[in-house]
């Protein structure tokens, strides 16, 4: 089978993570993949549709499958449609309320190219409900908050490969967390989002944690849209490197998961990987479709603060415990051999 990925960006975090591990996967199992960034030299939106159009349309007599990523089924899967061809949409986000606020912000500044932009990406979505032939979710959250056919969906959570267990292994080997600190890790925005816990709520959490812990802390907020800040004990820093980001995260005590639905994202995949314990809030209305729980993961926010307290209070006692439960369920749980039969047969099922 030859299948066609098309991603609004290859280098942009979450989004890149996943077209270039869904690109390996495909390849190694013996798929013929054409891989088409459309940021090409820009990041501009408009730019990105012109891309499509120019380099998307061209592999369409070429493949059998056309994988669109990024929440958009671009203009090029209705020319794919007329020639028969099956069309599969990867769904990141919640694509309805993102919109709807970015539509607020361009109106705030009448902004009106990102108006059109944002108006198109409707119009191309609402379409593609009717067009597209599957549509795949990592998490429940977003399936259920995208407005989706969903008699046509499936959710399959973010995985692990072979090559970042050998990355991370090498990583974790040669990693040293501070003896006197705890060092806290967390990555955020200040963007407000129903998915998300945001860098105004990590920053009142950790002044909470230094009146309730008896124990020095550490506490980094990764936040790619906000200006260095130092405030006492917390930093807040600008995305990182991979590398660096992963041996900052392997020297940490806790990672701080703010997705607030069931999905595990891939720094949080890699935080279990690397054996560091991770905490996570969830939301009552998706506690129960997670497929992992322990004592870090809570669906209370004041139990969300006591167990995070508590840990810090006994880390030396917690640490090893912990760290071992999340290391067991990414290896037993969340690597590619784990997900692939569900993926390769919904690929198998949409091109029939």
Request: aromatic fraction near 12%.
């Amino acid at each position: 089978m030859k299948i066609a990925i098309i991603t609004p960006c290859i280098k942009c975090g979450g989004l890149g993570s996943a077209t270039q591990r869904l690109f390996t996967a495909l390849r190694n199992e013996n798929y013929q993949v054409f891989l088409i960034d459309l940021s090409r030299k820009t990041v501009k939106v408009m730019y990105s549709y012109l891309n499509d159009l120019k380099y998307s349309i061209r592999v369409i007599n070429a493949v059998d499958t056309m994988i669109y990523l990024g929440s958009i089924p671009y203009l090029s899967h209705i020319f794919a449609k007329l020639s028969s061809k099956k069309v599969i949409l990867f769904i990141n986000g919640y694509i309805h309320y993102e919109q709807k606020e970015a539509l607020k912000d361009a109106l705030r500044f009448l902004d009106v190219r990102r108006s059109i932009v944002i108006a198109l990406n409707w119009m191309l979505f609402l379409l593609g409900s009717f067009l597209v032939d599957f549509f795949i979710f990592p998490c429940y959250g977003t399936r259920e908050n995208s407005k989706a056919n969903l008699k046509k969906s499936v959710v399959i959570p973010l995985w692990l490969t072979q090559d970042d267990l050998k990355v991370l292994e090498t990583i974790r080997k040669n990693s040293n967390k501070p003896k006197d600190t705890v060092r806290i890790i967390s990555y955020s925005s200040y963007v407000r989002s129903p998915k998300l816990l945001t860098t105004t709520d990590l920053l009142k959490l950790a002044q909470i944690l230094r009146t309730r812990v008896n124990r020095k802390i550490e506490f980094i907020i990764i936040d790619p849209k906000a200006p260095f800040q130092r405030i006492g004990n917390i930093q807040i820093v600008k995305a990182l490197p991979k590398q660096e980001f992963l041996k900052l995260l392997a020297s940490s005590h806790l990672y701080i998961d703010t997705i607030i639905d069931d999905e595990l994202r891939y720094s949080t995949l890699e935080a279990m990987a690397l054996g560091v314990p991770v905490a996570k809030l969830v939301h009552t209305k998706y506690w129960n479709k997670l497929d992992f729980k322990y004592e870090l993961f809570t669906s209370s926010v004041k139990e969300f603060i006591n167990v995070i307290s508590n840990y810090v209070n006994n880390v030396e006692k917690l640490y090893p415990q912990y760290s071992d439960a999340v290391r067991h369920y990414v290896l037993n749980k969340r690597l590619w051999i784990h997900i692939k039969p569900l993926l390769l047969e919904v690929i198998e099922k949409a091109t029939k």
